[in-house]
Nanobody, 122 residues
Framework: QAQLVESGGGSVQAGGSLRLACATS?????MGWFRQAPGKEREGVAR????????TYADSVKGRFTISQDNAKNTVYLQMNSLKLEDTAMYYC??????????????????WGQGTQVTVSS
């Protein structure tokens, strides 16, 4: 069973950058980053198919966030640049362990990390 451990959250001023990391174990078909702000539903931010490396982003982060992977370290990253106040949320990484859809719906993912808080201030 895949296990996920996130790191890299913190506080930053608007316009700044943060990089989140998600260390994995076990086989993964795709990995995703989701976020959830207080009072809002969890939303998909970025995903990567771990075999072919193809990526997809939510419109709200396109051009600012980059998902990548280091297979040697079994780690997936989310580089977040030009952060905005509305990016403030708890960020979760997620793994799907079998082939199928990796659409931005939490039901498509089997395992979740504990979450890491990202706070953007003005």
């Amino acid at each position: 069973q895949a296990q996920l451990v996130e790191s890299g959250g913190g506080s930053v001023q608007a316009g700044g950058s943060l990089r989140l990391a998600c260390a994995t174990s076990g086989y993964t078909y795709c990995m995703g980053w989701f976020r959830q702000a207080p009072g809002k539903e969890r939303e998909g931010v970025a995903r990567i198919y771990t075999i072919v490396g193809s990526t997809t982003y939510a419109d709200s982060v396109k051009g600012r966030f980059t998902i990548s992977q280091d297979n040697a370290k079994n780690t997936v990253y989310l580089q977040m640049n030009s952060l905005k106040l509305e990016d403030t949320a708890m960020y979760y990484c997620a793994a799907r362990r079998s082939s199928g859809t990796c659409a931005f719906d939490f039901v498509n993912y089997n395992d979740w990390g504990q979450g890491t808080q990202v706070t953007v201030s003005s």
